[in-house]
């Protein structure tokens, strides 16, 4: 079992930055994937970024693609999502999850979530 909680979301104006941290615990925190996906209000959950579990490799979102950075710290069991020029269609909850194997865009592949953090832009 992983136990995933987010945190870091927040008001933020059109053009600012966010950073969103998903602190884990439970099991060797190096073998998951971590992904990042994103609710905006009466639309469906969408992926935003992946990364493996050694950190080297990443896919994000068109969306996102040159605006946000996923990263991780697998010594203290926490990825996170740098958010930058946020724009008012970034306005969603956003969740943490995991999955064991290779990093994925796919929702339905991961086991583990987050309660998810709410991040609002303002025009």
């Known amino acids: 079992q992983v136990q995933l909680v987010e945190s870091g979301g927040g008001l933020v104006q059109a053009g600012g930055s966010l950073r969103l941290s998903c602190a884990a615990s439970?099991?060797?925190?190096?073998?998951?994937?971590m992904g990042w996906f994103r609710q905006a209000p009466g639309k469906e959950r969408v992926f935003v970024a992946t990364?493996?579990?050694?950190?080297?490799?990443?896919l994000y979102a068109d969306s996102v693609k040159g605006r946000f950075t996923i990263s991780r710290d697998n010594a203290k069991s926490t990825v996170y999502l740098l958010m930058n020029s946020l724009q008012p269609e970034d306005t969603a909850v956003y969740y943490c999850?995991?999955?064991?194997?290779?990093?994925?865009?796919?929702?339905?592949?991961?086991?583990?979530w987050g309660q998810g953090t709410q991040v609002t832009v303002s025009s």
């Open positions: 999850a995991a999955k064991g194997g290779s990093l994925s865009r796919y929702e339905r592949l991961y086991v583990y």
């Open positions: 439970g099991r060797t925190f190096s073998n998951y994937a």
């Open positions: 990364i493996s579990g050694s950190g080297l490799s990443t």
